[in-house]
């Protein structure tokens, strides 16, 4: 039996199916471009190709749009994403202690001791370090984002590069091209200074301890792991599936509750060719004015979201669960 992972972000959608054994057998990583829906829809139109409904025993969702996407295919776990990064790291390695994850919009940083979250902090606030500021950097100097870190081993001697803040950083990079200096130099002179940054705002006053595992899209720049390594002075691991990590654990916890409930919601593919449409209004129940998205699937109201005191997103269409295959 396979288990489903879905986490949407800011960024990608990465959809993952896992096997009993909870061994990756099957990863997408998606851009969401400002539509979770049709991201979810696309991955889902996708495995519909080579997998049956009655294949998947259990679906999980989460990240930032995990609310909207458990509305859509019947999640039976909608967990945030410091719980399902925490889970999956624990099912590699029961000896982690610290998760350094980088995705395309923000950054965090989880501390696990004894198998459990003991703390964690995000950074939501500025963009410096995360995957969506080195797309930019890499497109501005030309450089396939894929070679990125590559060209950061390269360098002889890194250039101190101005890193609190995404603006500052990109004009001391452009001010630095401007004087001559050696690429190779001024890409890890900026890994170098988004290390900083994340230290000195997201890991201010944490007790970073190894392991350290590096999860999310910006883990892929080998320049980031050098600099990493040489701020904190040990290791740190890059797992292998570094991008799925938020979909795998959502699909750990997945399985987990349909162990307990005998039954999963997932509503099947076929919603891969449904018609969703989300229509706005503004509530006048009170002095909040809410915005409302509510969400429609072929003429139907399945749920509402963005509302601050549960009077619309309590209102989510209810689907029977179906018999776990476990």
């Given at each position: 039996m396979l288990y489903l992972g879905i986490d949407v972000g800011s960024v990608?959608?990465?959809?993952?199916?896992?096997?009993?054994?909870?061994?990756?057998?099957?990863?997408?990583?998606?851009?969401?471009?400002?539509?979770?829906?049709?991201?979810?829809?696309?991955?889902?139109?996708?495995?519909?190709?080579?997998?049956?409904?009655?294949?998947?025993?259990?679906?999980?969702?989460?990240?930032?749009?995990?609310?909207?996407?458990?509305?859509?295919?019947?999640?039976?776990?909608?967990?945030?994403?410091?719980?399902?990064?925490?889970?999956?790291?624990?099912?590699?390695?029961?000896?982690?202690?610290?998760?350094?994850?980088?995705?395309?919009?923000?950054?965090?940083?989880?501390?696990?001791?004894?198998?459990?979250?003991?703390?964690?902090?995000?950074?939501?606030?500025?963009?410096?370090?995360?995957?969506?500021?080195?797309?930019?950097?890499a497109e501005r100097m030309g450089i396939p984002i894929e070679e990125f870190g590559d060209y950061a081993l390269k360098a002889g001697m890194p250039v101190r590069i101005a890193g609190r803040c995404a603006v500052f950083a990109e004009s001391d990079m452009i001010h630095k091209q401007q004087m001559g200096y050696n690429p190779a130099d001024i890409i890890m002179g900026l890994c170098e200074a988004l290390v900083r940054n994340y230290l000195n705002n997201v890991g201010k006053g944490k007790d970073i301890r190894p392991k350290v595992f590096f999860q999310g899209g910006v883990a892929a720049n080998k320049g980031m792991k050098l600099a990493f390594e040489r701020a904190l002075g040990f290791e740190v691991i890059v797992p292998e599936h570094h991008k799925m990590m938020g979909a795998i654990g959502a699909a750990i916890l997945a399985k987990d509750a349909v162990s307990r409930t005998g039954s999963t919601r997932f509503r099947g593919f076929a919603l891969a060719e449904h018609r969703f449409e989300s229509r706005g209004f503004e509530c006048e129940g009170c002095a909040n004015r809410c915005e409302v998205a509510r969400i429609h699937e072929n003429g139907r109201e399945i749920g509402c979201f963005g509302d601050r005191c549960g009077k619309w997103s309590s209102r989510i269409a209810s689907y029977p669960a179906k018999a776990g295959n476990m």
């Amino acid at each position: 039996m396979l288990y489903l992972g879905i986490d949407v972000g800011s960024v990608s959608t990465d959809l993952v199916l896992l096997d009993n054994d909870l061994q990756v057998v099957e990863k997408l990583y998606l851009r969401t471009r400002g539509n979770p829906i049709r991201a979810v829809q696309e991955g889902l139109r996708t495995l519909k190709e080579r997998y049956r409904d009655e294949d998947v025993a259990a679906c999980g969702t989460t990240g930032s749009g995990r609310q909207i996407a458990s509305v859509l295919v019947g999640a039976d776990a909608v967990k945030n994403e410091i719980t399902a990064h925490a889970v999956a790291a624990l099912e590699l390695d029961r000896d982690v202690r610290t998760i350094i994850e980088i995705g395309g919009q923000d950054s965090k940083i989880i501390l696990l001791r004894n198998g459990v979250v003991s703390d964690f902090a995000m950074n939501t606030v500025c963009a410096a370090g995360t995957g969506s500021f080195l797309d930019r950097q890499a497109e501005r100097m030309g450089i396939p984002i894929e070679e990125f870190g590559d060209y950061a081993l390269k360098a002889g001697m890194p250039v101190r590069i101005a890193g609190r803040c995404a603006v500052f950083a990109e004009s001391d990079m452009i001010h630095k091209q401007q004087m001559g200096y050696n690429p190779a130099d001024i890409i890890m002179g900026l890994c170098e200074a988004l290390v900083r940054n994340y230290l000195n705002n997201v890991g201010k006053g944490k007790d970073i301890r190894p392991k350290v595992f590096f999860q999310g899209g910006v883990a892929a720049n080998k320049g980031m792991k050098l600099a990493f390594e040489r701020a904190l002075g040990f290791e740190v691991i890059v797992p292998e599936h570094h991008k799925m990590m938020g979909a795998i654990g959502a699909a750990i916890l997945a399985k987990d509750a349909v162990s307990r409930t005998g039954s999963t919601r997932f509503r099947g593919f076929a919603l891969a060719e449904h018609r969703f449409e989300s229509r706005g209004f503004e509530c006048e129940g009170c002095a909040n004015r809410c915005e409302v998205a509510r969400i429609h699937e072929n003429g139907r109201e399945i749920g509402c979201f963005g509302d601050r005191c549960g009077k619309w997103s309590s209102r989510i269409a209810s689907y029977p669960a179906k018999a776990g295959n476990m």
